[in-house]
């Protein structure tokens, strides 16, 4: 069955610092990948997606994350970290005929100032 | 704001009571999703409609049910609640169902069964 594993509930790290939060996914064929982050009180915002092509994609606010089949990784990262970043991150896949995505259990990111 | 639209904001009843939980598509997007988002279980898929047809389920209870209007609304009726069903909901829409589109959330409906 397909899945996604976000192995931290949280990650600290110190404003203007590189951030990475880690996500593996498990799905038989070629996953379609994707962030998501929820700001509280929030719905859940689309960062950037893995389709196919280029391994590392671009996303909103300067984020990006880097596709690795082999070690079946889409870890999402960005170099110098705001504080305004603070907040709870998905990762989630979906596959060429899955009609819904499955989300991970989220990482809390914290930065701290 | 993602363009998708999500009432009411909060909704607060009682066990045994029915509600109805509203949710309007992004302009352009035909595929609507209900999620269910709870402390314990996380992030749950409850079920996906595309132009009005029901296209798929996840872990939606029988005492849950939803349909999709001609204008692309959706509805999401819950009845016999339970303490237990008391969650965020939030709906997503996409301009085409599941694989590599992406999904824009609402603001979510915050229900609480007392």
């Known amino acids: 069955a397909q899945s996604v594993a976000q192995p931290e509930d949280q990650v600290n790290v110190a404003e203007g610092n590189p951030l990475t939060v880690k996500c593996t996914y498990s799905v038989s064929g070629n996953p379609y990948l994707f962030w998501y982050v929820q700001y509280p009180n929030r719905g859940l915002q689309f960062l950037l997606k893995?389709?196919?092509?280029?391994?590392l994609v671009k996303g909103s606010y300067g984020f990006e994350a880097e596709f690795n089949k082999s070690q079946t990784s889409f870890h999402l990262k960005k170099p110098s970290a705001l504080v305004s970043d603070s907040a709870l991150y998905f990762c989630a896949v979906s596959y060429t005929g899955r009609r819904a995505l499955t989300f991970g259990s989220g990482t809390r990111l914290q930065v701290q100032p | 704001d993602s363009g998708v639209t999500q009432t009411p904001k909060h909704l607060i009843t009682a066990t045994g009571q029915r509600v109805t939980l509203r949710c309007s598509p992004r302009?352009?997007?035909?595929?609507v999703y209900w999620y269910q988002q709870s402390l314990d279980q996380g992030l749950q898929f409850l079920i996906q409609y595309y132009n009005g047809e029901e296209r798929a389920k996840g872990n939606i209870l029988e005492r849950f049910s939803a349909q999709q209007f001609p204008d692309l609304h959706s509805e999401l009726n819950l009845s016999s609640l339970e303490l237990g069903d008391s969650a965020l909901y939030f709906c997503?829409?996409?301009?085409?169902?599941?694989?590599?589109?992406?999904?824009?959330f609402g603001p979510g409906t915050r229900l609480t069964v007392t």
């Open positions: 302009s352009g997007d035909l595929s």
């Open positions: 893995y389709i196919t092509g280029d391994n």
């Open positions: 997503a829409s996409s301009v085409a169902p599941g694989g590599p589109y992406e999904q824009y």
